[in-house]
């Protein structure tokens, strides 16, 4: 049992050496950049029937012209989520001087 366990550990600290870490470059890439312009998103009709409310969690990558690249949806309500994606593919950020990754939260409430 010690002999198994001995390997376990050898291989977890080969592993932990092996294994690429972060740049700071990186870890400076999942910013709060500034947002120039922001459109809000048109609460769905079918999502107004509903009485549907909540928060839909969305990752954008940002162009270092701040521009959207890229989104993705982390979480939320599908009837929701889609314009909420919409929306943020049009919002616009301030320059820097590579991309970034933002996180955001677009909250909907039918009142």
């Not at 366990?5 to 700071?24: D, E, H, N, W, Y």
């Amino acid at each position: 049992m010690r002999r198994w366990t001995a390997i376990v550990l050898v291989l977890f600290a080969v592993t932990l050496t092996l294994c690429p870490k972060q740049s700071a470059a990186q870890e400076d890439s999942d910013g709060k950049r500034k947002i120039t312009s922001k459109i809000v998103p048109e609460y769905p009709e079918m999502a107004r029937r509903m009485s549907l409310k909540g928060v839909v969690k969305i990752e954008a990558v940002v162009t270092s012209n701040g521009t959207v690249k890229t989104v993705e949806l982390k979480g939320g309500h599908p009837v929701l989520a889609q314009a909420a994606m919409n929306a943020v593919r049009k919002w616009k950020w301030e320059p820097a001087s590579h991309d970034t990754r933002e996180p955001i939260e677009v909250r909907f409430d039918p009142q």
